[in-house]
């Protein structure tokens, strides 16, 4: 969502810290941390989040990090964000009703309260000047702290595109309707953002990244699992022209 929301494009630098992996197995954890440049103009397009109107100001870096796996026998997750980002809700938290009342709507209500805190529970949590948002793919029961900063975007104006579902709006941009938001001249780059979390992992180190030469800049064995060599008769037509490189 925020690299959709921030049109972040590509990081700057991404490094990682992981546990468990083995030269045929992913790790078990791991902790990416990437940071996108500032940016001078989002909005404005047909792509992501340049749907919509131009942002009227410059957006600042971003730090992005991402948590995956178990870490330490727990889920590996930023706990003290957490903690902070719910301090208000739980204060505010109705009681949860104590009678024999077994019925299934009650039972969500305590498992709710109950699991304010558990990382299972939310997909990610932003960080910002005057905020911070804990947010979930699976509905709209987000967590905004402090609550007068939601109070302020309560009648946000609906300026984006709806559709049915990804499904639909994947089978109508294949019949000639409108171009999907997650087309691949906006997937392509997102997948190149994602995918060098993997490099720093598979590498060690933090990696300095030129996306318009798809190179990595500080670390030279980064080329051999950038660009394969295929044996002959394997190879892919593809050449620096086709990609755009210099």
């Known amino acids: 969502m925020p690299y959709w929301a921030l049109d972040l494009g590509a990081p700057s630098t991404v490094e990682a810290n992981s546990g468990g992996a083995t030269k045929e197995t992913g790790p078990d954890w791991s902790t990416i941390t990437y940071q996108f440049a500032a940016r001078k103009k989002v909005g404005g397009g047909m792509l992501g989040a340049a749907v919509g109107p131009t942002a009227t100001v410059e957006q600042p870096a971003v730090k992005f990090v991402w948590y995956d796996g178990l870490k330490d026998e727990k889920q590996n997750a930023p706990y003290e964000l957490i903690a902070r980002a719910t301090e208000e809700a739980r204060r505010k938290a109705p009681p949860v009703e104590t009678d024999r009342d077994s019925n299934n709507e009650t039972k969500k209500k305590r498992r709710d309260q109950a699991g304010i805190d558990s990382p299972q529970r939310w997909d990610l949590l932003m960080v910002g000047d005057r905020g911070i948002m804990l947010f979930n793919r699976g509905n709209n029961e987000w967590i905004i702290t402090p609550g007068d900063r939601a109070a302020e975007f309560a009648n946000v104006p609906k300026s984006l595109p709806r559709v049915a579902n990804e499904d639909v709006e994947w089978v109508e941009s294949c019949r000639g309707g409108a171009k999907a938001l997650s087309s691949f001249d906006y997937a392509g780059p997102f997948t190149e953002a994602i995918v060098l979390g993997t490099l720093a992992i598979r590498l060690g180190k933090k990696i300095e990244w030129d996306t318009k030469k798809l190179k990595v800049t500080n670390v030279p064995e980064a080329d051999a699992l950038i ?20």
């Open 227 to 246: 660009r394969s060599e295929y044996r002959k008769g394997w190879s892919l037509p593809v050449s620096d022209d086709i990609l755009g490189l210099e």
